[in-house]
């Protein structure tokens, strides 16, 4: 989430160089690039050749039109027109490669080396991309008042926050078909065959642009999580197209496809066992939590889950004009599972925090539940559950609630947690909308 913030940062940044130091020719977003079927790199974001790609609605059915999708490459310090470019797949569903790649820059170039280039792209109902799909028609009020019905907290925080969550889920999931069905009719063509297909649609004119037979072009890509659902989809809908592929912490497909995100919570327990061992190697200077082993790290941040479990924190913020507020459990939930998704940032954050809570300073951990990610686009939802259409295993009370058993049974730091926040979090987007399009 943080990284998601400085991409932010970065955008602004850049918008405001713009004005200040318009080049000729130099885009700052897509609005500007007419769509073609041709690759046509327009420079864009200072170091970047960005292109919107005009790609069939309905490859089944032609005649329905066109959509577009926003890709954007690095080029490579010593590649040539003919070098690979390696294609980043973000994560999501519904994560926008566009900005993956202009908040990854630096990284990348680390990671690939310069002899490629890199590309990235927002696949359909992404952002820059075309069938992006608002089921609050734009109305930001609307859109935080149903999230404040939605946000209850972990699940079972209070004897009805499992079927709270479950049935706000579900009024959502009509609320958007119907957003489907009136207002953008084609925003189911936003699935992932569909957005692998239109890779294959990259490829190929990418070889004709450099003078090569499309029919041999080949993908070099790296798909990260939701990235590698599609990485897989891409080898078994077209073997004979994979050149290079590197799939990165992965997400198990098949039960992707089934809306059932159950082994995503495995080892998450072991993932936070490790901030106790590294914070105890790291020493007192470097971890602010340390202590004189990595059980007694354990056992202290046992008793601040326990603390919480039992006794809400009032801050009144006074001292220093914050607003009043509360600090929950579900608060303390999610800074552990910011702190597992991202653990390298935020390992030596969380052990700050846990310090300042130890010596009765919670501050740190107010808001932080409903800073997790108020759902601010729909994009990953309309994949999901598109993908998923009529093997969703997540469509009653029942199931839902043994998932979350489930999850819970797995994992004591965020199993329950994970539910409520697959929902929410578009990075990382889930389970329980579980009625939608698919009920
Ligand atoms: C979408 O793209 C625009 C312009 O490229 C950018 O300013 C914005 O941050 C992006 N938003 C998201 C959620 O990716
Ligand atoms: C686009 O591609 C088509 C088919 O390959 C070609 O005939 C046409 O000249 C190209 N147009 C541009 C503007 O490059
Ligand atoms: C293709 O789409 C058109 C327009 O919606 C429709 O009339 C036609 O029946 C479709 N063809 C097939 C083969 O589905
Ligand atoms: C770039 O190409 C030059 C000339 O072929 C080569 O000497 C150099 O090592 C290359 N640099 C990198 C980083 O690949
Ligand atoms: C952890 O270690 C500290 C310092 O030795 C000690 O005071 C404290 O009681 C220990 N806490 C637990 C829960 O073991
Ligand atoms: C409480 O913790 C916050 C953040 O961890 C810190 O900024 C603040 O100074 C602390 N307050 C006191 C009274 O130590
Ligand atoms: C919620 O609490 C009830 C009663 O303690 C328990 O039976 C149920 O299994 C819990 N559900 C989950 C999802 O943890």
């Known amino acids: 989430m943080k990284r998601l913030v400085s991409a932010f940062v970065l955008f602004a940044s850049l918008g405001c160089k713009a004005e200040s130091n318009h080049a000729r020719d ?179 004119a990418e070889a004709e642009l450099a003078g090569q037979s499309p029919s041999d072009a080949k993908l070099w890509c790296y798909g990260i999580s939701y990235g590698t659902a599609v990485g897989a989809t891409f080898a078994s809908m077209f073997p004979d197209r994979v050149g290079r592929m590197v799939l990165d912490g992965i997400l198990n497909t098949e039960q992707y496809y089934a809306n059932d995100w159950r082994d995503n919570v495995d080892q998450m327990d072991a993932a936070m066992e490790k901030f106790s061992s590294l914070c105890n190697s790291a020493g007192p200077e470097a971890c602010s939590f340390w202590g004189p082993t990595p059980a007694n790290i354990t056992a202290r941040l046992d008793s601040i889950i326990h603390q919480l479990q039992n006794h809400p924190i009032p801050i009144s913020g006074a001292e220093n004009r914050d607003l009043p507020a509360l600090v929950t459990y579900s608060d303390l939930k999610a ?20 310090h300042q809570v130890e010596l009765g300073n919670a501050s740190a951990l107010a808001g932080t539940f409903d800073n997790l990610g108020i759902v601010s686009s729909d994009a990953g939802l309309v994949i999901r559950c598109a993908d998923s259409y009529r093997r969703n295993k997540l469509t009653t009370i029942e199931e839902f609630k043994s998932y979350a058993e489930y999850t819970v049974s797995k994992s004591k730091y965020i199993g329950d947690i994970y539910p409520i926040f697959l929902e929410s979090n578009p990075l990382a987007v889930s389970s329980a909308f579980s009625k939608l399009y698919c009920g």
């Open 26 to 204: 130099m885009t700052y977003g897509f609005g500007n690039i007419e769509p073609s079927a041709n690759l046509t790199w327009t420079p864009c974001f200072d170091d970047f050749t960005c292109s919107r790609l005009q790609v069939p609605l309905d490859y089944s059915n032609r005649t329905l039109g066109t959509t577009s999708i926003a890709f954007i490459k690095l080029a490579g310090k010593n590649a040539t027109v003919g070098s690979p470019s390696i294609v980043i797949i973000p994560g999501g569903p519904g994560s926008s490669g566009v900005d993956l790649l202009l908040s990854s820059q630096a990284i990348v170039e680390q990671l690939f080396g310069e002899q490629y280039n890199i590309v990235s792209f927002d696949p359909r109902g992404v952002n820059n991309s075309g069938l992006v799909l608002d089921c609050f028609s734009g109305n930001t009020e609307a859109r935080s008042t149903f999230t404040r019905l939605h946000s209850t907290g972990i699940t079972n925080v209070s004897s009805t926050s499992l079927e709270e969550q479950f049935y706000s889920s579900s009024i959502y999931g009509e609320w958007c078909n119907n957003a489907v069905e009136t207002v953008s009719p084609y925003s189911y063509y936003v699935t992932t065959p569909a957005s692998v297909h239109d890779l294959v649609t990259f490829i190929e």
């Open 335 to 354: 800074l552990f599972i910011t702190t597992v998704y991202t653990p390298i940032l935020f390992f030596p954050v969380m052990a700050d925090i846990l």
